[in-house]
């Protein structure tokens, strides 16, 4: 398998980068899998920093159709996520779309949720359409890149928690610079990436979100390729940002604050230190439990903790509200997975939950919904 190397920073250009970690033989996709696990493939997810503007990101790039060998989002499971596309549908409807492009769409849930709110033509563009059996967009199997072309009208570009995604961002906002016509809009909802970090979540920077693309650097793009700022809002206090924005010609270049490198580097290297910790106080737990423990998250939440030394001799499997997932095996691991369902036959049962900021909705239906007597080690 080959990997592509980056030389410089994907936002600024900038050579001057310095290498920050590594976390050996990750697995190299996200999802549930049915083969053996002799046929999963890893590598060295390494990250290094740029010294000028302070960006963290992925060193070396596993080739996309590696990446994204399947569907591995669970964005039409939980509420949380549907509170998300909710919230985002009535955010993008403010500012009455005649028709929309939408960018990486996945299961058209976001398409769904507008559509109630008003029926207009929707094009999801996806290289990996899973949609919903309600879903009424019309789908396009690809990828935004220099090849895409669409002849149909629209006056709004969307995407959700897409941007985090990217390779080359300021290529990205490049090509759509090109793309999106003069005072056309442009919605998107990207996770909040420092928030993220800040509280330790396994699923801000990884193989998929190779790029630790915060507000400063959002904006910084957003200036750089003439697009103007209309508003932005927090959701889900530090789940997603929302962006409204508008193609305009007039906009100048900003730069970015000075001190982003080192409030970066602090920030990823306590991530780090946080879990060398937590991963020993597991392993001890692991060792003396008389309890089945178990370990949620059938996603790279698991496969971080894993990746960071979780010994998981002791762990009788893992648990997903997914039923997509359930039956199957987390790539990289040989754990496999459960529904939560199986908590009701234990007295006890614990419960190794580091989802994020999904946390709260797992507990409280495991408690509320399946065996209250469960202990969770947060």
């Not at 809009?185 to 990884?206: D, G, Q, R, V």
């Not at 737990?285 to 903790?305: C, D, K, N, R, W």
């Not at 419960?351 to 509320?368: M, R, S, T, W």
């Amino acid at each position: 398998m080959l990997l592509n190397e980056r030389k410089a920073d994907v936002v600024t250009g900038s050579n001057n980068l310095e290498d920050l970690h590594t976390l050996k033989k990750f697995p190299v996709f996200m999802g549930s899998v049915e083969h053996d696990q002799s046929k999963d493939l890893v590598a060295d997810m390494s990250w290094s920093i740029s010294r000028d503007s302070g960006l963290i990101q992925l060193k070396n790039l596993l080739p996309l159709d590696v990446l994204y060998q399947s569907q591995t989002t669970t964005s039409a499971v939980g509420a949380i996520w549907m509170s998300h596309h909710k919230a985002f549908a009535q955010f993008i409807f403010q500012y009455n779309p005649s028709s929309a492009l939408e960018l990486g769409g996945a299961h058209g849930v976001l398409a769904n949720e507008f559509h109630a709110l008003a029926n207009i033509p929707w094009t999801i563009l996806e290289p990996n359409p899973s949609p919903t059996d309600d879903c009424h967009a019309h789908f396009i199997k690809g990828f935004f890149d220099d090849k895409f072309e669409f002849d149909s009208p629209f006056d709004a570009v969307i995407h959700s928690h897409v941007f985090e995604h990217l390779y080359e961002p300021s290529q990205f906002m490049k090509q759509l610079k090109s793309f999106i016509g003069e005072s056309k809009l442009m919605i998107f909802s990207l996770p909040h990436l420092e928030a993220w970090l800040a509280k330790k979540y396994t699923n801000c920077i990884n193989f998929e979100h190779s790029v630790f693309l915060t507000e400063p650097y959002v904006e910084y793009l957003l200036a750089k390729y003439g697009f103007r700022l209309l508003k932005k809002e927090y959701f889900n206090d530090g789940h997603s940002i929302f962006y409204a924005t508008v193609k305009d010609s007039s906009v100048k270049s900003t730069e970015l604050p000075l001190y982003l490198y080192e409030k970066n580097k602090k920030l990823y290297m306590d991530f780090v230190c946080y879990h060398e910790m937590l991963i020993s106080d597991l392993n001890k737990m692991l060792e003396i439990s008389t309890s089945p423990v178990y370990l949620f998250g059938a996603h790279v939440f698991a496969q971080y903790l894993i990746a960071f030394g979780l010994n998981t001799t002791n762990i009788v499997s893992l648990l997903d509200n997914d039923k997509r997932k359930q039956g199957r095996r987390l790539y990289g691991t040989n754990l496999m997975v459960q529904s939560p369902a199986v908590l009701l036959e234990d007295n006890s049962p614990v419960v190794i939950l580091k989802a994020g900021v999904y946390n709260n909705e797992i507990k409280a239906d495991i408690l509320k919904n399946i065996n209250n007597s469960t202990v969770f080690v947060e």
